[in-house]
């Protein structure tokens, strides 16, 4: 309760108490830092983002390389064309992406969160235009505490400016994904862009340049469902970012020359670093919270400061719960990484990436659909003979043209009447009418299962077949 609230109280009726139930938000201008998990950070930012930026820019045989084409219902991977058949691939990645970070958190925590969340990555994209535009974060925070003038808006101005140019290249080369970024980089000059096309580009845009440049650790703190369920995840041998108590407390600010054990203190100077340089703005010392995203910035912070005292390392650093309390070293520590959890997970992992591969690899580039004709479905024609009509869908998945022959097995006399030879062009799918005949008497009334055998000339290992009835009446 605030000052005026306490004022209100005294002598007021309960029923004017008023009572604020939101935080307001206090702007967090984290500090930069240095050192060896800053590096792994700024690491993962250059990894992803030029994976990110450069995929689509990438050609493989005369096309983008990366290109989820959803008019044309086919998605280009490099070498490989999927088709929405092809959905079992999709469901595949998503459990595998779902068991690793299973995986990484029962390890060591939200590995995921603090160095390859697509919010981290921009934030600190958005953080380093923001220091280089503005200073560092004294500079910074006396800009936002100073009165409106020409510097503080030009100031603004350039950065918001720059981050909006950064958001809008992140909107546009999202959508390259899906549309033809070459195209899309044609249409521009002339703005020629589809009313689609400009929505995402400036929805995603919009996005970005909101959440990296306004909301930040509010989409950590608030939005983000895994903040919540990560203790689900955890136990006491999960490695996580910890604060030594043991050795660190009490607190107390000293002299570098003095000795902290005869003034009754522990390493801990007070010197506040690890909270200033974390971006959601906790304090690590006061123990695990759901806030912390597991960026390790107050370990390289701390580490600067144990430096300049001549303390040893890891007075905040990667550790478990039973690790703190048990006073294990880091071997020790270690040989609990490879517990049951762990290993069940990993198992299930690794089956799972196993019988993918297995499954990619012995992929046959060529799917049959059986449609049956429903206005026709069973005649008698010339000399006798019972004849079925059926529409064979045929999907081409391969980048090279093939001629495939159609054939029909299950009965006896069954063959395919008329042209039986039919070419499919490169990643290509093909309606192709079908009659199939057999001589009466051959079978009794009814339906009768039969299969359809769709081989490519070129090649006897594509061959793939597909169930269907032969009706007599």
């Not at 390790?296 to 309390?325: E, F, K, W």
């Not at 020790?332 to 499954?359: H, K, N, T």
């Not at 060529?366 to 009509?389: A, P, Y």
Request: aromatic share 12%.
């Amino acid at each position: 309760m605030n000052d005026n609230n306490k004022r209100a109280v005294a002598g007021a009726p309960e029923a004017l108490v008023e009572q604020s139930l939101f935080e307001v938000r206090q702007k967090i201008h984290p500090r930069a830092v240095t050192g060896v998990f800053a590096g792994w950070r700024w690491g993962m930012v250059w990894f992803t983002q030029v994976l990110f930026y450069g995929l689509p820019w990438m050609t493989w045989n005369d096309r983008q390389a990366v290109l989820f084409d959803l008019g044309a219902r086919k998605f280009y991977i490099f070498g490989m064309v999927f088709w929405p058949q092809d959905f079992i691939y999709l469901t595949l990645l998503l459990v595998i992406a779902a068991l690793s970070l299973f995986l990484f958190t029962a390890v060591a925590g939200r590995l995921f969160c603090g160095y390859a969340c697509p919010q981290t990555v921009y934030t600190e994209i958005f953080l380093w235009i923001e220091s280089k535009v503005e200073g560092n974060r004294n500079k910074r925070v006396l800009l936002d505490r100073r009165p409106v003038d020409a510097r503080k808006l030009a100031l603004k101005a350039i950065k918001h400016a720059l981050w909006i140019a950064v958001a809008l290249w992140t909107g546009f080369t999202f959508v390259g994904y899906f549309t033809s970024i070459r195209e899309l980089w044609a249409e521009i000059p002339g703005w020629a862009l589809g009313p689609w096309e400009s929505f995402w580009i400036a929805f995603y845009g919009f996005a970005t340049y909101g959440n990296a440049g306004w909301m930040r650790e509010q989409v950590c703190k608030y939005m983000c469902p895994y903040a919540r369920f990560q203790s689900s995840m955890f136990d006491r041998d999960t490695m996580i970012i910890t604060y030594d108590p043991g050795r660190g407390e009490p607190r107390g600010s000293r002299s570098r020359s003095l000795d902290p054990k005869a003034m009754g203190l522990g390493d801990c100077v007070e010197c506040g670093i690890c909270v200033q340089v974390c971006p959601t703005g906790i304090d690590i010392r006061d123990g695990l919270q759901y806030e912390c995203i597991g960026c390790a910035a107050c370990i390289d912070g701390c580490n600067q400061v144990m430096d300049r005292m001549g303390y040893p390392h890891g007075l905040i650093r990667y550790s478990t719960t039973n690790a703190l309390a048990q006073g294990w070293s880091s071997r020790q520590m270690l040989a609990r990484a490879l517990r049951p959890r762990v290993l069940i997970y990993a198992a299930i992992l690794g089956a799972i990436i196993l019988a993918a591969g297995v499954s990619l690899y012995l992929r046959v580039p060529l799917k049959v659909d059986v449609i049956r004709d429903r206005v026709s479905l069973s005649r008698e024609v010339e000399g006798g003979m019972i004849e079925n009509i059926y529409r064979l869908q045929i999907m081409n998945t391969q980048e090279v043209p093939h001629r495939y022959r159609i054939s029909a097995a299950g009965l006896p006399s069954l063959r395919v009447a008329g042209e039986d030879v039919v070419e499919v062009p490169a990643a290509t799918s093909m309606m192709v009418p079908v009659k199939l005949r057999m001589e009466s008497g051959q079978s009794g009334v009814g339906s009768h299962r039969i299969e359809f055998v769709v081989r490519a000339m070129e090649s006897e290992g594509i061959v793939a077949t597909e169930k269907s009835v032969f009706l007599v009446r």
